[in-house]
């Protein structure tokens, strides 16, 4: 079963989420800020708690995740 990008971002530790998307809490969050949580989970030796390969291609594809910020004009 694939979670959602919701369902996973809260297992993520306060402490980390809020180092991730400090100062862009009000925006959808951006696959560099995943990639931060994720490299300091990899560092923390937390392998379990990381996404498996499809849920990111799924938070990918379906606009969860945004892979980069797109200014209105």
Avoid: C
């Avoid at 925006?27 to 990899?42: R, T």
């Amino acid at each position: 079963m694939v979670r959602s990008f919701e369902e996973w971002w809260a297992t993520v530790p306060e402490e980390l989420k809020a180092k991730a998307r400090k100062g862009d809490e009000d925006n959808k969050v951006l696959l560099n800020q995943v990639n931060y949580v994720l490299l300091h989970l990899h560092l923390q030796g937390k392998h379990d708690t990381k996404p498996s390969h499809e849920e990111l291609k799924d938070w990918l594809h379906s606009g969860q995740v945004d892979v980069m910020r797109q200014i209105k004009k």
